[in-house]
């Protein structure tokens, strides 16, 4: 008797405990995939990756002027509220294939004085590693029919925008480098008589046959200075694949891209000049969301520093228009 | 008065409410004897060790009495005189009733057979066989709280007790049960009366063949089965045929008021299973997504309940009852991208990564409630098995319910009671149902029964709300094992 009470407590017991079962939801990864943040860092960037897609996304929050002319027998003249103009000769545009042709064609023209424009267009202040001081980036593209246009041989187009006060006598045409999507570059002009740069009172007035990227700018002189290397250390989750870093100085107008140093899975700048306040921005880009940190730093010289100075930057999540807001303040 | 007469007066005087006791334990010690003996089912607990005995006396007596009833048929049709005292009128007695000795049968409830009380007058001892004499000559039987007397009339000797039950008349020689014409008149008429007399001062008998005598031997009252199958079939058109089975007597009726006007409460609890029906109108899509998504796992109910059974075995009960209905709802979503992200020690998130893959979601139902059962039935059974067939009524007092389901797109949704108001939640109060059942008791001792009842709920409403299109309610069977404990 003993033994059909305890079975029969035995089943019930059974049947109690069957309907105490914990309610799951589970989350099972596709297989071949990685099941955590990216740490790694790759040789080649490219456009699929995160990085990519943040300069995209950073270059698209800078207004585009456009406008059109008539391609004809008569000269044509763009004015533009922020002060660009632009002027372009008689015939002065072909096709890709070197075709003259006429009718209208689309102006598009973006002047970036802000350094905070140059972090987001992706546009840093340095020609083969030298630093920069730049009185304003130009960028002019010519299109008919969605296709771009070349300059017809021997046209030159003019294009005029603000000095700053005071005048910086010293400026150079440097003409932008786009041969390398990972790195750009600014080289200086070497054709000074196709594409001159003369400063007046009031503009710097470039004449040119080159569309695109054009610069006026001036070496840093750096005779007689000390410089140094600013690193960024990041958390692992931060690499090549997915941010960005520049140092943004304070005092001029100069922007320098640190790069991916693969070996040491760091952000590394060139040779900076010691004493200068300078701006360490980090931008990331993961998943749908967005990481940044800044940091005020004063580069020291490096016999202080065993080499290089390092900045402990620890971007956290942030939007696209904070960013947007913050570089509008360097 | 004769001397005979004034001895029986004063033996009669002297015994008028003799009622010896018999010991309370000697029925239970045989049923424990034959409980030792584990039964392998409801049927072969009827076949235990006291009704195999039962039946094989019932197979030797009814053999023998049709034996001797038959020779006695196929011999002399003429009839005795009633003073003929001959030991071959004398049958094996049912129950001895000795009105010097006063035996008296058991006090229980089990097979007994009405006493075959012949009348004496010399030694007043009645020893079932009917040796009737003329005159009023009364002889006291005494049985369990019953104070009987025998007396005989011109051609009928009357054995009256003073039990409300029964009266026999034995006539003129052995038992018979009627007094046809080309009978044997050797045969005791089983009669009733309520002691009334007609204007003869005879007393108005009724004959009643449901009569089951009181006191006596076992042997006795097996007897009595034997002698009134046999008297029933001679007492047809033709002879006593005896059946493929022998003699057999009739299979004994179970005691209809074995737990008659008592009050039980019974504790219960059991595993149920739900059939689910889910319609919707015109066959949606929506209507097999549903389906598909969840499946009846489990259900039980427990409760407590109070039973009174009448005397007539008619029984009421009403009680609290707990159902729950486990079931289980599951959800898969393909090409799903999980963001996950990185939160340091301060709690900043400093980084967020994705993962495409699959979810699988496992939720499960409870569909829970109170209701009040209200039932009628008829019990029946012997001294340790009981039956009782009832059916009625079940109110839902209130029901609420916790999980998910699918919602026309296809989503989960949360259905718990309480957890806002969606058009997806069930109702708090399912309404009406039907439940109707079959418990078996088996009792233990003489407060506990152990009960089984297996049981059939059918709900008569669904349990959606009305706003939505879709109808779902669970109809459940089940099986509620428990105890009874006798109140009395």
Not at chain 1, 226 to 251: E, H, I
Not at chain 1, 306 to 321: A, E, H, W, Y
Not at chain 2, 59 to 75: D, E, F, R, Y
Request: charged share 15%; aromatic share 10%.
């Amino acid at each position: 008797m003993n033994r059909k009470i305890i079975t029969l407590f035995l089943l019930a017991g059974s049947f109690f405990f069957a309907s105490c079962q914990k309610d799951s939801d589970v989350f099972v990864p596709d297989p071949s995939q990685i099941n955590g943040p990216d740490t790694n860092w790759y040789n080649t960037i490219t456009p699929t990756m995160p990085v990519s897609l943040l300069k995209t996304n950073l270059n698209s929050a800078i207004p585009v002027y456009t406008d059109s002319f008539e391609v004809n027998a008569n000269p044509a003249y763009i004015i533009t509220t922020f002060g660009l103009q632009c002027g372009f000769p008689p015939h002065c545009c072909v096709t890709a294939a070197g075709q003259a042709i006429t009718g209208f064609v689309k102006v598009e023209l973006v002047l970036v004085k802000k350094k905070g424009d140059m972090v987001q267009l992706n546009r840093p202040t340095t020609s083969n590693g030298r630093l920069l001081i730049s009185g304003g980036e130009v960028f002019i593209r010519l299109k008919q029919n969605g296709q771009d246009v070349q300059l017809a041989p021997n046209a030159k187009i003019q294009v005029r925008f603000p000095v700053d006060i005071p005048i910086a006598t010293q400026m150079k045409l440097f003409l932008g480098d786009e041969s390398n999507p990972d790195y750009f570059n600014w080289l200086p002009n070497t054709d000074l008589v196709n594409n001159t740069l003369t400063i007046t009172t009031q503009n710097y007035e470039i004449q040119t046959n080159h569309l695109r990227w054009l610069n006026a700018d001036y070496f840093y002189d750096t005779t007689g200075i000390t410089r140094t290397t600013l690193t960024a250390t990041l958390d692992p989750q931060f690499t090549n694949a997915n941010t960005t870093a520049y140092a943004v100085f304070k005092d001029f107008r100069s922007v320098v891209a640190l790069t991916g140093d693969i070996g040491a899975r760091k952000f590394i700048s060139g040779l900076l000049p010691v004493g200068k306040d300078i701006t360490i921005v980090v931008i990331s880009k993961q998943g749908n969301d967005y990481f940044m940190d800044h940091k005020l730093v004063t580069t020291i010289s490096p016999s202080n520093t065993p080499g290089n100075q390092t900045v402990l930057v620890k971007p956290v999540i942030t939007t696209l228009t904070d960013i947007k807001a913050f570089l509008g303040t360097l | 008065m004769t001397n005979n007469q004034r001895f029986d007066e004063h033996i009669k005087e002297q015994f008028n409410n003799y009622t010896p006791d018999v010991h309370p334990r000697i029925w239970e010690n045989i049923a424990a004897q034959r409980d030792k003996k584990k039964p392998a089912g409801f049927w072969f607990s009827i076949l235990n060790s006291r009704n195999i005995l039962l039946l094989s006396a019932l197979l030797l007596a009814g053999g023998s009495g049709a034996w001797w009833l038959i020779k006695n048929s196929t011999g002399n049709n003429s009839t005795k005189p009633v003073s003929e005292n001959t030991a071959a009128n004398k049958i094996t007695p049912a129950v001895a009733v000795n009105t010097n000795q006063n035996t008296t049968a058991p006090e229980n409830n089990a097979i007994a057979t009405p006493p075959t009380v012949p009348a004496n007058t010399a030694t007043n001892t009645v020893t079932g066989a009917p040796e009737s004499q003329p005159g009023n000559t009364s002889v006291t039987v005494a049985g369990p709280s019953a104070n009987t007397t025998i007396t005989n009339s011109s051609s009928i000797t009357h054995v009256r007790t003073r039990s409300p039950f029964f009266e026999q008349d034995i006539q003129n020689g052995p038992i018979a049960y009627s007094k046809k014409q080309g009978r044997d008149n050797n045969r005791v008429k089983i009669k009733t009366t309520d002691g009334t007399l007609d204007e003869n001062n005879n007393e108005v008998t009724n004959v009643n063949n449901d009569v089951l005598p009181v006191g006596g031997t076992l042997l006795s009252r097996l007897l009595y089965g034997t002698e009134k199958m046999a008297a029933t079939r001679r007492s047809a058109e033709g002879p006593l045929v005896p059946n493929a089975f022998g003699f057999l007597p009739d299979c004994p009726a179970l005691e209809k008021n074995a737990a008659g006007n008592k009050k039980y409460i019974e504790f219960y609890a059991g595993p149920d299973f739900g059939f689910r029906s889910l319609k919707d109108t015109g066959n949606s899509a929506y209507l097999q997504k549903r389906k598909e998504s969840t499946k009846f796992t489990s259900a039980y109910s427990a409760g407590v309940r109070y039973t009174k059974v009448f005397s007539n075995g008619i029984s009421v009960r009403g009680g609290v009852n707990y159902s729950q209905i486990n079931e289980k709802f599951t959800f898969v979503q393909g090409n799903l991208v999980q963001v996950t992200y990185i939160i340091d020690a301060n709690g900043d998130t400093t980084g967020s990564y994705i993962t495409t893959g699959t979810r699988y979601k496992t939720t499960h139902n409870k569909y829970r409630s109170i209701d009040v059962p209200l039932m009628v039935g008829y019990e029946l059974g012997n001294g340790r098995l009981h039956a009782n067939i009832n059916a009625g009524a079940v109110v839902n007092v209130y029901s609420w319910q916790r999980g998910e389901v699918l919602d026309t797109t296809y989503q989960p949704v949360n259905i718990t009671t309480g957890k806002g108001s969606s058009p997806y939640q069930f109702k708090t109060n399912a309404g009406i149902g039907f439940m109707g059942a079959v418990s078996v008791y088996y009792k233990l001792n003489d407060k506990i029964h152990v009960m089984a009842e297996p049981y059939y709920r059918h709900n008569f409403s669904q349990m959606n709300k009305e706003n939505l299109t879709i109808k779902q309610k669970y109809n459940t069977v089940g099986v509620k094992v428990g105890i009874r404990v006798d109140l009395r």
